[in-house]
């Protein structure tokens, strides 16, 4: 009834790993997409890379963001408000009378 449905079967699309060429792509580098299998990968947290290089010429690519000042500078805000409500406290309790050895 439809011939049309045998043309439709496409001979499976495996891509070879562009590095040892003997096994399927399980990756695709994520600097230069080329394609790696899963041995060949050079996978570190930011994801799958043909090479040792082109992960670092990643990571150094993403580094330019450099999230973490940012994180530093948060902590040393939380350290200086966390030192403001000690040294409010402190003054309270003086005036109040709770610290007899700075009441003196
Ligand atoms: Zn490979
Ligand atoms: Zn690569």
């Given amino acids: 009834m439809t011939p049309r ?3 439709k079967k496409q ?6 790993c562009a590095v ?3 096994q399927v792509m399980e990756f695709r580098c994520k600097q ?4 790696v299998c899963d041995d060949c990968a050079f996978k570190i947290e930011h994801g799958a ?9 990643y990571r150094d690519f993403k580094g330019d963001q450099k ?3 940012r994180k530093r500078r948060r902590t040393s ?4 408000a966390v ?3 000690l040294a409010a406290l402190a003054i309270l309790a003086r005036r109040m009378g709770l610290v007899p050895w700075l009441a003196r």
Wanted: aromatic share 2%.
């Fill in 32 to 35: 230069c997409h080329k394609p």
């Fill in 77 to 80: 805000i939380v350290l200086v």
């Fill in 5 to 7: 449905a045998d043309r």
């Fill in 49 to 57: 890379f043909c090479s040792r290089e082109c992960a670092h010429t």
């Fill in 11 to 16: 001979p499976e699309r495996t891509t070879e």
């Fill in 67 to 69: 999230p973490e000042p």
């Fill in 83 to 85: 030192l403001l409500v």
């Fill in 20 to 22: 040892c060429h003997d």
